[in-house]
């Protein structure tokens, strides 16, 4: 489509390694589906204002739409088509005139625990740390080992293994996808199943954004859709909606799909993990934001509102 039409492409992406291979997975991709030369389609590296902070957590600065601001107003002001994100990383609103339009296949949403000194969260010492800069993984640490500190550990993939060999905590705990897609997977010491420990809304998910306007954008991208994954990444966007949590509030969110069945998990936490409430859902995998939306509600009244204010 697009090398008969002479055009070229333009994606908008974050500069980290794991940020770069994901843009190359929908270069290629969109390549191999529409026939033509990968190399028609230029990747745009642009640095966002959570790259730029390092030093204190990304709650403090204004939450996690800080990975994806500066990468959507390039989108909004036409500098590129298209943008590549963790799904992750997305804000739980996106700013007027941008949509999700796309996402490739999910890679294993699970968290890894990655220690040189115990084989799990449970066999750590008394009082040993595990870095992270995650509200929600605090809080699911701290819920099954009350004693444990958890220091900021901030930086893309690589840097936060060089931070945990050089000794600035006793364990640190990523996402099995990246580690994967980076060929990092040795690395990790235990996978925690999703039961013990709940995935973040839209781990291992990779978003596309275009202008919501873009007709043209929405059919290039189409053929590359999965559509198990963007109606799991849906239901657990409506579950996050719904909440409107601070940045600062816990909150994990998945969803599978089995042939048309989506079976969906979600949970809020108070900060110390002290305070947990859980829900699940099943239900027609078409009707993904309403099993989402459901859900938050349930925890919201649960919860309370004060639960969300306090934070």
Known sequence: MAQSLGL?????????PLALVQAESVRLALANVHGFDAAKIEIHVIRTSGDRIQ??????????????????????DDEI?????????????LPDGLMIAACLE????????????????????RNASVGTSSPRR????????????????RGNVETR?????????????LALAGLKRLGLSNVATKIMSADEFLPAVGQGAIAIEIRTEDARMRGILAPVDHQDTSRALTAERAFLAVLDGSCRTPIAGHATVAGNTMSFRGLVSSPDGAQTYETSREGAASNAEAIGADAGRE????AGPDFFQDQ
């Open 8 to 16: 070229t492409l333009r994606i908008g992406t974050r500069g980290s």
């Open 55 to 76: 030093d204190r957590p990304l709650a403090d600065a204004g939450g996690k739409g800080l990975f994806t601001k500066e990468i959507e107003q390039a989108l909004l």
């Open 81 to 93: 088509d298209f943008a590549v994100h963790s799904a992750k990383d997305m804000p739980t609103f």
């Open 106 to 125: 999910r890679e294993d949403p699970r968290d890894v625990f990655i220690s040189h000194k115990a084989q799990s969260i449970a066999t750590l010492p």
């Open 138 to 153: 605090v809080a699911l640490v701290k819920r099954l080992r009350p004693d444990i500190t958890t220091p900021l550990l």
């Open 161 to 173: 293994l060089r931070k945990l060999e050089a000794g600035d905590a006793d364990a640190t705990i």
């Open 299 to 302: 925890l919201k009244e649960r």
